[in-house]
């Protein structure tokens, strides 16, 4: 059984910094694509970035050059450095994991896709 556990949130100012991680367990030999998500206040979850399963990564355009990934596959650990943050990018940010890989690669942004998710880990940005 897949499991995923989200940590680091926090308040911050804007133009501060966090450093999300999700530790991952019960993947077995199986191969995952995984993503974080976000969900804003009234807002529907958007992804954030994604990790493919030939360890592509693709972020999505309002976080592209402030947010980074980066993934342990040995401690099975995926870390999100989020730099310069913005009021706007407050929101609960989740971890997710989709058995094997993408039929588009485009279909990450897709929360549908993916069948594993973490309880999240809340993120507030005053301005």
């Known amino acids: 059984q897949v499991q995923l556990q989200e940590s680091g949130g926090g308040s911050v100012q804007s133009g501060g910094s966090l450093r999300l991680s999700c530790v991952a367990s019960g993947f077995g030999s199986s191969t995952y694509s995984m993503a974080w998500f976000r969900q804003g206040p009234g807002k529907e979850r958007e992804g954030v970035a994604g990790v493919h399963a030939d360890n592509r990564i693709t972020y999505a355009d309002s976080v592209q050059g402030r947010f980074t990934v980066s993934q342990n596959t040995a401690k099975n650990t995926l870390d999100l450095q989020m730099n310069s943050l913005k009021p706007e990018d407050t929101g609960m940010y989740y971890c997710?994991?989709?058995?094997?890989?993408?039929?588009?690669?485009?279909?990450?942004?897709?929360?549908?896709?993916?069948?594993?998710w973490g309880q999240g880990t809340q993120v507030t940005v005053s301005s």
């Open positions: 997710a994991a989709a058995l094997g890989r993408f039929r588009y690669s485009w279909l990450w942004v897709r929360p549908s896709e993916y069948n594993n």
